[in-house]
């Protein structure tokens, strides 16, 4: 545990600096607001496309990988929305519950996935980003919608589609994949130039997640970061857990699938809850919270993992 401890530790240390760089101004706001939109835009699918369509994929391997990590998504949904509306939450705090429970931090994912198991680390995670991301998205702003009561199902479903649709890290992983299958080789210029960005994207990421957690923001009760944080380290897991029991899905992937299943909610969950009217504060809390707790659950999760498989 130790040793996967001090692997991950430099990951913490950059999310750490870009929080503490943001909050004094350094370089400034304006930049960091254009970083956002420089990983998210350019660095991140860049490294997705030549990861995905550089790395050998076997046949079938995608069909159990997406069946396990689902599972942990659909087990995630059903027991927070349960708990959070058997437990009397208020229908804002329940769609924070809901997305603490269920949504992931791509970013640290791939970032831990490529420091602890290398390249084949990193595009195991490539393809768990893929099949993840458009199922998260469509149910959890589905559901919040209903939660939260607004419009019909034309406004339920519009946004959420065409925001997928345009999705760059979707897109980059489907080219990737596409270029992959089609066997032919890497791109002259093209693949030189992602593999060159690929490089920067991880350590600028990094820095760009810690500069997004709003510790000022935080304003919360204990019980509702209790219930989501529970269902996030131990449902999720544990789901993904016996689906590889289940399917026979063993080493980096399985240890991959952990990460993804344990990772703490993504800063832009704050976002989502402002704008659609849930519980910002409370999602606020739990982004910070849960960044902070995964130093530990994230080893924790995964030596009981590399016992288990």
């Known amino acids: 545990m130790l040793n996967i401890l001090w692997s991950i530790l430099p990951i ?4 750490v600096l870009g ?11 304006e930049f960091w607001n254009l970083n956002d939109k420089l990983v998210y835009w350019v660095l ?3 490294l997705l496309f030549f990861k995905t369509s550089t790395t050998e994929l076997a046949g079938g391997f995608l069909g159990p990988l997406a069946a396990a990590i689902l599972t942990g998504l659909a087990a995630a949904l059903i027991v927070s929305l349960g708990l959070g509306l058997a437990f009397g939450f208020s229908r804002p705090q329940a769609t924070s519950i809901l997305q603490g429970a269920a949504r992931h931090n791509t970013f640290l994912a791939l970032a831990i996935s490529e420091r602890l198991f290398g390249l084949e680390g990193l595009a ?3 393809l768990c980003t893929a099949v993840l991301i458009p199922p998260t998205n469509v149910l959890v702003i ?3 919608n209903i939660l939260l009561r607004h419009g019909g199902p034309g406004g339920l479903w ?5 925001d997928l649709a345009r999705n760059p890290l979707i897109l980059s992983v489907g080219l990737g994949i596409g270029v992959n299958f089609a066997d032919i080789g890497q791109i002259p210029v093209i693949h030189d130039a992602t593999e060159m960005l690929g490089r920067a994207a991880l350590p600028i990421v990094l820095l760009a997640v810690g500069a997004n957690i709003r510790i000022n923001e935080m304003k919360a ?6 219930l989501a944080t529970a269902v996030k380290f131990v449902v999720f897991p544990a789901a993904v857990w016996g689906m590889c ?7 980096v992937t399985a240890y991959v699938l952990t990460v993804f299943a344990v990772m703490p909610m993504p800063p832009s969950s704050f976002t989502i809850a402002r704008e659609m009217g849930g519980d910002a504060p409370l999602a606020a809390s739990m982004v910070s919270l849960q960044t902070l707790l995964s130093l530990l659950t994230v080893p924790v999760s995964l030596v009981i993992a590399q016992n288990l498989f």
Do not use: C, D, E, Q
Not at 19 to 29: A, D, F, K, Y
Not at 158 to 162: E, G, L, N, S, T
Not at 221 to 226: E, G, V
């Open 124 to 126: 195991v995670a490539a």
């Open 221 to 226: 009760s204990l019980s509702p970061i209790a």
């Open 158 to 162: 519009a946004p959420v589609a065409r």
């Open 44 to 46: 991140f699918p860049s």
């Open 245 to 251: 029991f289940t399917l026979g899905i063993t080493g």
């Open 19 to 29: 929080n503490v760089l943001r909050r004094g101004g350094i370089p400034s706001i």
């Open 12 to 15: 913490f240390v950059l999310i």
């Open 142 to 144: 589905s559901l919040m």
